[in-house]
C-alpha cells in the first residue's frame, strides 16, 4: 500500500517536479534545516547546486536514519540566499533532484531570504517525512 499521494487539484496548473499537496500515514518526522556542509563539517562547494545536493543528501540522511526513504518525505522548505545564482544553476539542481527523489514529488516551497546563519551557506533544506 502506498503511504503518501500527491493532491494535485485540477483547479491548479500542474506543479513540476513537486506536488502542490501530499497526503499520508505514518510516524511524522521534522528535519532541521540542513545545509552544504559535509561530515567533517566543511562547505563542499561555493556553487549554489554542490551545496543544493549536500543539502539533500543530509536531509536523506535523516531520514534514512529514522527509518524512511525519499519516497516517505512529504514537504521540502528550500531558503536561497541568492535566487538569480539558483536559476542560472537550474539545471544541475534538477539533476541533483531527480537523482534523490526520481518521480517522487513532494510538496514544496521555495524561498530566498536575507541571509543564513551559517554565513558559507547559500542554501538550506528543511523536509517533514512520514516514516
Known amino acids: 500500500m502506498t503511504r503518501l499521494s500527491a493532491v494535485d487539484p485540477e483547479s491548479l496548473p500542474r506543479a513540476r517536479p513537486h ?4 497526503k499520508g500515514w505514518g510516524d511524522l518526522l521534522e528535519v532541521s534545516a540542513q545545509t ?3 561530515r567533517e563539517g566543511r562547505m563542499v562547494s561555493a556553487d549554489i547546486a554542490e551545496q543544493f ?9 535523516v531520514v534514512w536514519t ?8 512529504t514537504r521540502l522548505t528550500v531558503y536561497l540566499t541568492d535566487a538569480a ?10 539533476e541533483a533532484w531527480k537523482g534523490r ?8 516551497t ?6 543564513l546563519l551559517d554565513e558559507e551557506a547559500l542554501v538550506a533544506i528543511e523536509a517533514v517525512a512520514l516514516v
Open 19 to 22: 506536488a502542490h499537496g501530499v
Open 36 to 38: 552544504g556542509r559535509n
Open 53 to 61: 545536493a549536500q543539502a539533500l543528501e543530509n536531509v536523506l540522511d
Open 66 to 73: 529514522a527509518g524512511g526513504k525519499p519516497e516517505t518525505v
Open 85 to 94: 545564482r539558483y536559476r542560472e544553476r537550474h539545471k544541475a539542481v534538477a
Open 101 to 108: 527523489f526520481g518521480g517522487h514529488r513532494p510538496a514544496l
Open 110 to 115: 521555495v524561498l530566498e531570504v536575507a541571509g
